[in-house]
């Protein structure tokens, strides 16, 4: 089913919003400290990355407690 305009111009601004969240240094040392510079799936130490637990787009916000690390592999597994 095709989005309406708006509907997109919404969709984007979200994904813009969560995405300049977690690219914030600050914010991805802290999780990265939080969470032992691991990811919380396989524990492995490389190709980490900031992951919303619940999406921005399903209800999520950007609170540390919806935000994870995770491997690349990890985080394209979540993928639906």
């Given at each position: 089913?095709?989005r309406s305009?708006?509907?997109?111009?919404?969709?984007?601004?979200?994904?813009?919003?969560?995405?300049?969240?977690?690219?914030?240094?600050?914010?991805?040392?802290?999780?990265?400290?939080?969470?032992?510079?691991?990811?919380?799936?396989?524990?492995?130490?490389?190709?980490?990355?900031?992951?919303?637990?619940?999406?921005?787009?399903?209800?999520?916000?950007?609170?540390?407690?919806?935000?994870?690390?995770?491997?690349?592999?990890?985080n394209a597994?979540?993928?639906?």
């Amino acid at each position: 089913m095709a989005r309406s305009f708006s509907a997109e111009l919404k969709y984007k601004r979200r994904r813009y919003v969560a995405c300049r969240h977690t690219a914030d240094p600050e914010v991805r040392a802290r999780i990265f400290s939080r969470d032992n510079y691991k990811c919380v799936l396989c524990g492995s130490t490389e190709s980490l990355t900031i992951d919303h637990i619940t999406s921005i787009l399903r209800g999520g916000t950007n609170d540390d407690t919806n935000l994870q690390t995770l491997c690349n592999r990890c985080n394209a597994g979540k993928a639906p």
